[in-house]
């Protein structure tokens, strides 16, 4: 059985949405509630069995290695007996990191392809460093659900969701006519569509790409947004080979831009015991 071992994070873009705080702090290190988006996505990783993880970020973004790296060993013996730090330190323990830099931010299509060697030849998982996901119930979610779908099935897996019209002009667009069912073929893809979408299936920051996509990465030029997409050169396995689009459970957050910064936050709090009680109060008495 052909299994997905490795997942590429890119974390190195600008993050303009979220100026001025993303001048100062790498948007995969903002926080939800007490812990930086990255090391949700990096659970995500670890619950799906993932064996390694590549994470693509931009040279000025080394304090993300130290921290994953547990390089500061002076703070973290001092406090290695606080339940956070053997938590964080647990964590980090379970999975394999490599970090890749990508030395311009010329979009998601060019930090995948910086990852060619990193992927040693094997086709891989994507999760996208500002879309973390939170689903209430134990099942298989996010990069675990589409690996799932893969390991049944071999081909490239979009993760989508069914967004208002109004919002496909945000996002890559799928089409494929089966696409009311859970797992479809799609037979066309457009970044961000500024009318005429062809549905209203969006992907939503994971995917599972063939070893082939840094052959298609090779073949297209810049695209939407003066950008190398990776929708464009996910364009061209459509016309190749197999590529579906599966809906994804749970809730998928935008930490990128403000307002789906806060609302994650919200979310993420309401799924913690500490914390909830004392926000939701302070939510129905002041708002
Ligand atoms: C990227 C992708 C887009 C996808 C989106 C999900 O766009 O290019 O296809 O729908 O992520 O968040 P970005 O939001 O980085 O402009």
Redesign the pocket.
């Known amino acids: 059985m052909k299994k997905i071992n490795k997942v590429v994070i890119p974390i190195a ?1 600008y993050g303009s949405r979220m100026f001025p705080a993303t001048l100062g702090i790498v948007k995969a290190m903002l926080p939800l509630v007490d812990k930086p988006v990255i090391l949700y996505l990096l659970e995500e990783a670890i619950k799906a069995d993932i064996k390694e993880v590549i994470i693509v970020m931009s040279k000025s973004q080394e304090s993300v290695k130290d921290y994953l790296t547990l390089k500061d060993e002076k703070t973290i013996e001092k406090f290695k007996d606080k339940k956070e730090v053997k938590e964080l330190k647990d964590l980090l323990a379970k999975i394999k990191l490599s970090f890749v830099i990508q030395t311009s931010q010329k ?2 299509g060019d930090a995948i392809a910086c990852c060619e060697e990193a992927c040693q030849g094997e086709d891989f998982g994507v999760i ?1 460093g ?2 973390p996901i939170l689903c209430k119930e134990d099942i298989p979610f996010g990069i675990g659900q589409l690996k799932e779908e893969y390991e049944k099935n071999p081909g490239y897996y979009i993760g989508v969701k069914e967004v208002e019209l109004s919002e496909t002009k ?4 799928v089409s494929g006519k089966d696409y009311h069912n859970t797992t479809f073929l799609l037979d066309g893809m457009v ?2 569509p500024q009318d005429n979408p062809p549905s209203n299936c ?4 994971r995917y599972i790409l063939g070893s082939s996509v840094f052959k298609y990465l090779k073949e297209i030029t810049y695209g ?2 003066g ?1 190398i ?3 464009d050169a996910i364009r061209i396995a459509i016309e190749k080979e197999k590529v579906y689009g599966t809906k994804l459970v749970g809730t998928c957050h ?1 930490t ?1 831009n403000r307002t789906g910064f806060v609302m994650a936050n919200i979310d993420y709090s309401s799924v913690r015991n500490d914390v909830w009680n004392e926000i939701k109060e302070f939510i129905k008495n002041n708002l």
């Open positions: 873009g979009g998601l996208l500002d879309n945000r996002y890559g667009i970044e961000k969006a992907a939503l920051g939407v947004g950008e997409q990776i929708t935008d990128g």
